[in-house]
């Protein structure tokens, strides 16, 4: 059965302190994952795409990486509008994985 | 661009009534993706349509759950004999070709059932 695991659930950071997520996944046949954030009352908002293991991608204060078994969000020295909930989506064959998602708070 | 539309936001029901929730996805996207979400959950993939036919209907959780969309474009997500246990945000997300492109969610319909 398809797991996929976010941790933390919760992070509270000051602006300007760097931290990681993590996103540990068992999924069969993965062809990919993909990291959105979600703002409270909308839909997920796309950041990335990671399709094999060893590869990177960044954008402002966000990088990604993937291995074989897990994904890092990394994120340098946040700001206060980082804060939302940040999912992760290994992909199984044709469809997205959710996990729960980390609730990230960046206090100023 | 207009992104993807879902129609109504709310819905408010009560168990046992049918209800329809609406989704317009981007012009031009061949692939439209439903997933629902409740509350501190991650969205659960339902069905996944590429152009009028579903290609993966794998996560309809049972057969009180059905959609279309007959032209390729705007879909519907049926839900016959509601449940409470139905309440949560229903998603939908379009992608240009599949799964390889990104999927892009429009608000959510939050349905209720009393």
């Known amino acids: 059965e398809d797991q996929v695991t976010q941790s933390p659930e919760a992070l509270r950071l000051q602006e300007g302190e760097s931290s990681s997520l993590n996103c540990s996944y068992t999924?069969?046949?993965?062809?990919?994952l993909f990291w959105y954030r979600q703002d409270p009352g909308k839909g997920p908002e796309f950041l990335f795409t990671?399709?094999?293991a060893g590869e990177e991608k960044e954008k402002e204060r966000l990088k990604a990486t993937l291995t074989k078994k897990e994904s890092f969000l990394h994120i340098t020295a946040p700001k206060p509008e980082d804060s939302a909930t940040y999912l992760c989506?290994?992909?199984?064959?044709?469809?997205?994985?959710f996990g729960t998602g980390t609730r990230l708070q960046v206090f100023p | 661009g207009a992104g993807v539309s879902q129609t109504p936001s709310n819905k408010v029901t009560e168990k046992g009534k049918y209800v329809e929730l609406r989704c317009d996805p981007i012009?031009?996207?061949?692939?439209l993706y439903w997933y629902r979400q409740s509350l501190g959950q991650g969205p659960e993939f339902l069905i996944y349509?590429?152009?009028?036919?579903?290609?993966?209907d794998s996560g309809l959780p049972n057969d009180r759950f059905f959609a279309v969309r007959p032209e390729g474009s705007v879909s519907t997500l049926k839900i016959q004999r509601t449940e409470r246990g139905d309440s949560a945000v229903y998603l939908c997300?379009?992608?240009?070709?599949?799964?390889?492109?990104?999927?892009?969610f429009g608000p959510g319909t939050r349905l209720t059932v009393l």
């Open positions: 349509f590429q152009g009028t036919g579903a290609a993966d």
């Open positions: 990671l399709y094999s």
């Open positions: 012009s031009g996207h061949t692939a």
């Open positions: 997300a379009s992608s240009l070709n599949g799964w390889t492109d990104t999927q892009y």
């Open positions: 989506a290994p992909v199984n064959t044709d469809k997205l994985i």
């Open positions: 999924v069969s046949g993965l062809r990919g």
